[in-house]
């Protein structure tokens, strides 16, 4: 998420003085063993009838769980997310699936926006400069599991927080192994094999992936965070390897 950062249009100001009383108990249908459920006040309807049709994963950016965890909470930071896992792979959950956690912002995907209402968030410790742990990976894979069977969401619907905000956000970074994830088919990656053929321009594959208007720097930036993140941090310009990734990507 990059907790510091304002989580950006999440709640009209007008809604502001209906507090929201948090339930008992969490939704039936996503109660699973060794879930602590740890209600955030800081949800809302989604809107439209709209059902999650997305995963968007987050990195907390703070190195400690449990402030995390009071932030997600605070009324006055009006940020929360369905869940919380940490380094050791607890996971907390947080916000009802049937309702509106304020994780996404302003941003877009696949053409549509107020992804808060078309997705489940799920945050990760991590302050973002180093690897995610193994169990917490584990954890993730099991409610990524439960999540998709529930809403019946592809794998392509599984995308990291700085994919729906390139200009925003740099979560959950280039040390995140969505590899391994699509290994399990709960996320997607680019054939090993893409790069032989001519490619088309990088922002035709940008936008059929799902990225939505950002300047270019921004979009190629998160881009290689999620498909390349070996290029991550090179600074060049858009490279063939880039559009031949971004292509393969497309047609997933
Ligand atoms: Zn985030």
């Not at 190195?63 to 940020?79: H, K, Q």
């Not at 009802?96 to 992804?115: C, T």
């Not at 927080?161 to 390139?166: K, N």
């Amino acid at each position: 998420m990059a907790m510091a950062s304002p989580a950006g249009g999440t709640r009209p100001r007008s809604a502001r003085p209906r507090a929201q009383r948090a339930l008992a108990v969490p939704d039936p249908r996503s109660a699973m063993p060794g879930v602590i459920w740890h209600p955030s006040p800081n949800h809302g309807p989604r809107r439209d009838g709209l059902q999650p049709e997305l995963v968007v994963l987050h990195f907390t950016g703070m190195a400690d769980t449990g402030a995390a965890l009071e932030r997600l909470c605070d009324p006055a930071a009006e940020v929360s997310a369905h869940y919380l896992i940490s380094g050791s792979g607890q996971v907390w959950h947080l916000v009802q699936e049937s309702r509106r956690a304020w994780h996404a912002g302003a941003g877009g995907w696949q053409g549509r926006g107020d992804v808060n209402s078309r997705s489940v968030g799920i945050e990760l410790c991590n302050p973002g400069d180093r690897p995610f742990a193994a169990p917490q990976m584990h954890a993730l894979e099991a409610l990524l599991r439960s999540v998709m069977a529930r809403w019946n969401i592809r794998a392509k619907g599984v995308i990291g927080h700085s994919d729906m905000a390139p200009e925003r956000k740099f979560d959950p970074g280039p040390r995140f192994d969505w590899c391994r994830l699509a290994r399990q088919q709960l996320a997607i990656w680019p054939d090993p094999q893409a790069g032989q053929a001519p490619a088309p321009p990088l922002v035709q594959s940008l936008d059929r992936i799902g990225y939505p208007p950002a300047p270019a720097p921004d979009r190629l930036r998160a881009f290689r965070a999620r498909f390349r993140p070996a290029a991550a941090h090179s600074g060049r310009d858009e490279d063939a390897q880039d559009r031949a990734i971004a292509a393969n990507v497309a047609v997933l």
